[in-house]
């Protein structure tokens, strides 16, 4: 078998297995049906490298090395579980180039983006948990001493791979529970790759097990009755799948799930930074993201020179292969999402909104797709109401302020949104009346580990990240 790789500026070169087997008890095991699936790179369709597919039997076979492990971690003290969690930290910031390009590589985001945001805001996760780990009564104020849940079962989708696996693993582990993860089929190699830094970390056998599949394996995992929580991002569909599963169970459980963010921009913001925050918003990891800011609502006042300044900003957005340090747009992540995407355009012409798209040439081969925009776009069109999870976005006007607030919030989702104005009453009394679980002003796509991220309405419940997200990990708080 030959690896291939696109030809880039990039020259660090991750060092690969031709094979991956499972990470469970702190040993790579082989996939009781002897059965392994490609990953492939999106930017060329080649093949990147076999990982096992992990059945029911090896989800069990994972939980109860959870189990065995929990009985050694969680009575573990909390600063030495604190200094495992750093080690797995400092590791993942020594290995954060080859990490990086891996996450580039596998899920087809720009290098740009996994080497400043994605790896480093990993490891930042883990050095902010780790702290915690010994402050867990102070940090709560707790009546009784915090006590961990038990073992987590953690399924992460495929746009932020290593980071929705931080944000999972880290708080799990820094509270005394033991995690059984369950990595997207198209990006596992990051998650792998966690599972190596566990492994030359030292932790004890079962602590991490790193269980590669499906949706059949993560199905496995949320009806194992030995997992005593659930920690899920993905789509809403999955996750009230999920719900239904568990009911009456007993075990805890998370969801964060789809968005379709409203961005809003009044007449008086910086409108040149305001068309960056849209920029940001909307074409971030080629719009792979939950809390992207998917509905511009601007001021009718000034649509036109804001839709001006767009067209003309989405001209300079380089697309091309991930791994070069100029690409602003890499590859989709699948055919399937692209196909998505696709449709959704279409419905979007169909319905009579009209289509603003920046001319570039797409690669011959891979997944691709411009950076675009409609306009025209009436609240009951397809693209104003679904989640399209790519590069575009549907733009909107109003008048007033109330109105703003009724079409932001006119939504199912409510997962995160941005207000763009000069003023900042107006920006305190905007965000006051959004119902999303993330409100950022003068900005978008901010994160921070210290910063709770989650949803209202069928953007899921529970929060990642802060000390809200540690309270999720324990059976009291
Ligand atoms: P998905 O929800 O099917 O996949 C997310 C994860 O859940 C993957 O690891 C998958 O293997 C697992 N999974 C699938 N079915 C499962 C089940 N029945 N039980 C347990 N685990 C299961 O998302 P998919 O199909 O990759 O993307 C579909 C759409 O979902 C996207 O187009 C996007 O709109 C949305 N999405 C939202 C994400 C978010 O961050 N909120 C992330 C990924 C997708
Ligand atoms: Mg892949």
């Not at 690896?3 to 996939?31: C, H, K, M, N, S």
């Not at 971030?284 to 601007?298: D, P, T, Y």
């Not at 920046?358 to 011959?364: D, G, K, R, T």
């Amino acid at each position: 078998m030959k690896f291939a790789y696109a030809p880039a500026p990039e020259r660090v070169r991750p060092q690969l297995r031709e094979r991956y087997g499972l990470f469970i008890d702190g040993r790579w095991t082989a996939p009781k049906s002897e059965r392994y699936m490609e990953t492939i790179n999106p930017a060329d369709e080649t093949r990147i490298a076999e990982v096992a597919y992990g059945d029911a039997q090896d989800v069990d076979r994972a939980v109860r090395a959870a189990r065995k492990g929990f009985e050694r971690w969680s009575k573990l003290s909390p600063a030495d579980r604190a200094k495992l969690i750093y080690r797995i930290a400092r590791a993942i910031t020594e290995r954060s180039r080859e990490l990086a390009v891996l996450e580039s590589l596998d899920g087809g985001k720009p290098i740009r983006e996994s080497r400043d945001f994605d790896i480093p805001t990993s490891a930042a996760h883990f050095f902010y948990y780790a702290g915690w780990a010994d402050k867990l009564e102070w940090a709560l104020r707790a009546q009784r001493a915090p006590e961990p849940i038990g073992v987590c079962g953690q399924i992460v989708p495929w746009n932020f791979p290593l980071l929705m696996a931080a944000w999972k693993v880290a708080p799990a582990l820094a509270c005394g529970n033991t995690v059984v993860l369950k990595p997207a089929e198209t990006t596992p190699l990051t998650a792998l790759a966690l599972a190596q830094i566990v492994e030359e970390a030292d932790l004890p056998a079962g602590v991490v097990n790193v269980v590669t599949g499906d949706g059949a394996t993560g199905a496995a995992l949320v009806d194992h009755d030995g997992v005593d929580k659930i920690a899920f991002t993905g789509s809403t569909e999955v996750g009230k799948i999920i719900q239904r599963r568990i009911a009456g169970k007993g075990k805890r459980l998370t969801l964060e799930l789809g968005g379709k963010a409203a961005n809003v921009v009044f007449a008086d913001a910086a409108l040149d930074q305001a068309v960056e925050g849209i920029v940001q918003g909307i074409y971030f990891n080629q719009g792979h993201v939950c809390c992207a800011g998917s509905r511009l609502l601007v001021e009718e006042s000034v649509h036109d020179d804001v839709v001006e300044r767009l067209t003309n900003r989405i001209r300079t957005l380089r697309l091309g292969d991930p791994l070069d340090k100029n690409t602003d747009i890499g590859a989709i992540n699948s055919r399937v999402q692209l196909e998505k995407i696709r449709e959704l355009v279409r419905a979007g012409i169909e319905q009579g909104a009209t289509l603003v798209q920046a001319e570039c040439e797409l690669p011959a081969r891979g997944f691709f797709f411009p950076a675009s925009f409609f306009t025209n776009v009436h609240p009951s069109h397809r693209v104003a109401r679904e989640e399209i999870f790519g590069p575009v976005l549907a733009v909107m006007t109003f008048r007033t302020p109330d109105e703003a607030i009724d079409k932001a919030n006119n939504t199912p989702y409510g997962l995160s949104a941005g207000v763009w104005t000069a003023q900042g009453s107006k920006n305190m009394w905007v965000a006051q009346h959004l119902r999303a679980g993330v409100v950022w002003c003068n900005t978008f796509n901010k994160f921070d580990p210290s910063s709770p991220f989650g949803g209202y309405k069928e953007s899921g419940f529970g929060r990642e990240g802060g000390v809200h997200g540690l309270r999720e990990y324990l059976k009291h708080a």
